[in-house]
């Protein structure tokens, strides 16, 4: 039995995976510690898996504002003094970080307290946490075909994007059951509660009437805080009711993917691998600025790949017109499906699973070792 720290809060996309880890290493009887920001995001989610064990740690995100500069510091020292404490106490046999500005006390903390440590990126760039600390891991995992220099290739595995046991496809019939939705219409899935995605729902409700009077059904997760939530019902230009449902927060993301045709979304890697996991095909709009415009590389994967498009924000005037061109498509949808199957075919999970538990074994038997060169 294994005790690890799982560093993952700060933003849904970088504590899902980690919930995902979690879940994984308590189904092989390890130990596992989630420790997740202070952030009201976090509690949220946590309070969701009663099952694991989640440990808040302080500290503040970095920001380009220089006033903001002195809380950020107060913040770092606080959570690396915290974060030591810990470990000096409870002893992990590892620390696994996903990345973002919650990872850096932890990681600053287990390198003080020489407890070895690995990392994860699931964007097609990587960030600023994970190349900092990547020279220090004993393992980086990347998604497949992505190399950081002056990492050594033995440092590396290629793996995807962990997702939680209750992100599976569900039958588009029954998950159209449950939220109530027209299983003969077709649904479009607007994404717009992430990280810098207002402008999804703006765009929705700008053109709510046009996608209604086509006959198009929408299930839009907003975001708290942005806009009414509520279901509102009209009627498409051949008679038919057509429903448009609004939401600030669903448990249920695996029924709302599983319902929809076509998605409209930002480009995460979250949000990627579970569009890929429940076969849902998306236009992608990725977010302008984002760290080293990381959703943009994301997103033109994705396209490369078969699984869906993308449309500049910039261009957001011709995003209608694409949604009225692939949602009533069944060929093209179809071919981006097989697509999705096709990358989602590498259980990403398990392959994590797997290798931290040869790196766990030479820690104890430190003649067997896990190292085994990369392969971009």
């Known amino acids: 039995m294994s005790r690890v720290f799982i560093a ?26 989630l420790l997740i920001s202070q952030k009201r995001i976090d509690a949220r989610l946590a309070s969701r898996y009663q099952d694991l064990d989640f440990q808040p740690v302080p500290g503040r995100p970095f ?26 106490r409870q002893r992990p046999d590892l620390v696994f970080g996903f990345g973002g500005f919650s990872n850096v006390p932890v990681l600053i903390a287990a390198t003080l307290a020489r407890i070895p440590f690995v990392l994860h990126e699931a964007n097609r760039v990587p960030g600023r946490t ?27 595995r ?21 939220l109530g939705l027209n299983p003969s219409q077709p649904v479009l899935v607007v994404l717009g509660g992430s990280q810098g995605a207002e402008v999804l729902n703006r765009w929705v409700r700008q053109n709510l009437d046009a996608l209604v009077r086509e006959g198009v059904q929408i299930y839009c ?37 599983s319902a929809g045709d076509l998605a409209v979304a930002r480009a995460g890697a ?40 993308v449309v500049s924000e910039a261009f957001l005037g011709d995003l209608l017109a694409e ?45 067997t070792p896990a190292d085994q060169p990369a392969v971009a």
């Not at 509520?230 to 051949?238: L, V």
């Open 221 to 257: 997760v907003t975001g708290p805080g942005k806009g009414a939530a509520g279901s509102f019902e009209n009627r498409s230009r051949h008679g038919q009711k057509v429903k448009a449902i609004f939401t600030p927060f669903t448990d249920r993301m695996a029924h709302v993917l």
């Open 8 to 33: 993952c809060g700060g933003t849904g996309g970088h504590l899902s995976p980690g919930i995902a880890l979690g879940q994984g290493m308590r189904s092989r009887d390890d130990e596992p510690k």
């Open 63 to 88: 920001s380009v504002n220089p006033l903001r500069w002195p809380g950020f510091v107060g913040g770092l020292v606080r959570g690396t003094w915290f974060s030591w404490q810990m470990m000096r």
């Open 130 to 156: 994970i190349r900092l600390f990547g020279p220090g891991a004993r393992r980086v995992y990347l998604p497949p075909g992505i190399l950081m220099g002056k990492l050594r290739l033995s440092r590396i």
């Open 158 to 178: 290629h793996a995807g994007y962990p997702l939680r046991r209750e992100l599976h496809r569900i039958t588009r019939a029954k998950a159209r059951e449950e």
């Open 270 to 309: 979250g949000t990627l691998a579970e569009l890929i996991r429940c076969r849902l095909p998306a236009i992608l709009v990725p977010l302008p600025g984002s760290a080293d415009n990381h959703q943009e590389a994301n997103a033109r994967f994705f396209e490369r790949q078969g699984a869906g498009l």
């Open 323 to 367: 949604v009225r061109d692939v949602v009533f498509n069944d060929w093209l949808l179809g071919c981006f499906q097989a697509n999705q199957e096709r990358l989602d075919r590498e259980d990403a999970l398990k392959v994590i699973l797997d290798d931290l538990a040869a790196l766990l074994r030479e820690r104890e038997n430190p003649s």
